[in-house]
């Protein structure tokens, strides 16, 4: 017997890594791979207004060309006194894409003048499955904190340096792989959604 092929809307190796452990845990024995698997089908433009639409706009269109059941996952930082921004915005804050120290620069710079008490943020994440047949679920997964005045540590990317998780002493920069996947907004989104795929995929 087969096993069932689910694919991971990533080229990023190490949240097909992430997730796998996560499914592997639940005692789910899945054939995961990432989009890289099927080079023809292009990336889709995130248009969507929320984590949770661009999440299922990436997982319906690789369901669609593939025929498979697919997961994707949208997440960004949300900053209170910005009112949620940056947001799905988080990548490309400062204009380009992926330019982690630029954002970095700028939201600090935005952030300058506010004190420590009104520094709340949370990483968001967004984590749909969808099925060739249009069936879709979602499900959410936050990671609350604080925003430090300047960059410490060297994990991650994007916005670790600068969020301190709530009740720890570090940024989430200066966590290891394994401690921040324990309690990352994505590490609960894909947590979240390991009883989905179990209804969905049995």
């Known amino acids: 017997m087969t096993r069932p092929r689910l694919i991971l809307a990533t080229r990023n190796a190490g949240k097909i890594t992430e997730l796998h452990a996560i499914l592997a845990d639940a005692g789910l024995d899945l054939d995961l791979v990432g989009a890289d698997a099927y080079p023809d089908v292009p990336d889709v433009k995130e248009t969507g207004v929320t984590f949770a639409e661009n999440a299922l706009l990436k997982a319906h269109a690789l369901a669609r060309a593939t025929g498979l059941p697919a997961v994707a996952d949208d997440s960004g930082l949300c900053v209170d006194v910005l009112g ?46 969808a099925l060739p047949d249009g069936t879709e679920r979602v499900v959410e997964g936050r990671l609350e904190g ?28 200066e966590l290891t792989p394994a401690q921040k996947n324990a309690i990352s907004h994505r590490g609960k989104a894909f947590r979240s959604l390991v009883p989905v795929i179990r209804e969905l995929l049995g």
């Open 84 to 129: 949620g921004a940056p947001g799905i915005f988080s990548a490309r804050w400062a204009g380009a894409h992926g330019d982690d120290k630029a954002n970095l620069d700028l939201l600090l710079a935005q952030l300058g003048d506010i004190a420590d008490e009104h520094r709340a943020a949370h990483f968001a994440c967004a984590a749909a499955l």
């Open 146 to 173: 604080t925003l430090r005045h300047t960059p410490v540590g060297t994990h991650g990317f994007g916005y670790d340096p600068i969020l301190q998780p709530t009740g720890s002493t570090v940024t989430c920069a």
